[in-house]
């Protein structure tokens, strides 16, 4: 039998927004920012299921390009105990953040802060790299 995973959400807490999942640990203080189409397999695993059929739904929508990045996130996710095995039956509703499955492929990515009061004396204003889309320390001048 396969083992279905469930988002650890009790642990966890987490919010979505703009396409980003922001994610704390309460046991161990760090942050964690989910990109591409993490915030969507977050969303995805609360109602749990195993990693074979959510690689599955992934490939079936974008492509087999698309299973490696995603099996290797769904590891990370077990890795960081972000998930937890459970069955159905056990499993309370979870409630669900209605995020869309995105149109293309975006392989997701998860960052990890360590240093959360670092990241709260940034100024978030001026040190956002448009691209990256969450603050950076950006490197001081020699």
């Known amino acids: 039998m396969a083992n279905i995973f469930f988002t ?3 642990r966890f807490p987490h919010d979505t927004l703009e396409g980003e999942t922001v994610l704390i640990d309460s ?6 920012l989910f990109t591409g189409i993490g915030p969507w397999l ?6 749990g299921g195993t990693f074979e059929t959510v690689v599955q739904e992934v ?23 972000m998930v937890r095995q459970g069955t159905l039956a056990d ?7 209605d995020i869309a499955c995105p149109d293309r492929f975006v392989a997701p990515a998860m ?18 790299d448009p691209a990256e889309g969450w603050p950076h320390r950006q490197d001081s001048p020699n």
């Open 27 to 32: 046991e161990r203080g760090h942050l964690f």
């Open 91 to 97: 499993q309370a509703p979870a409630p669900i953040q």
């Open 42 to 47: 977050w969303q995805r695993l609360a109602t």
């Open 111 to 128: 960052e990890r802060y360590d240093q959360i009061a670092d990241i709260i004396s940034m100024d978030p204003i001026h040190e956002v």
């Open 8 to 10: 650890n959400a009790d």
């Open 59 to 81: 490939v079936t929508r974008f492509g087999p390009e698309a299973a490696e990045p995603t099996l290797r996130f769904l590891e990370q996710l077990e890795q960081n105990e």
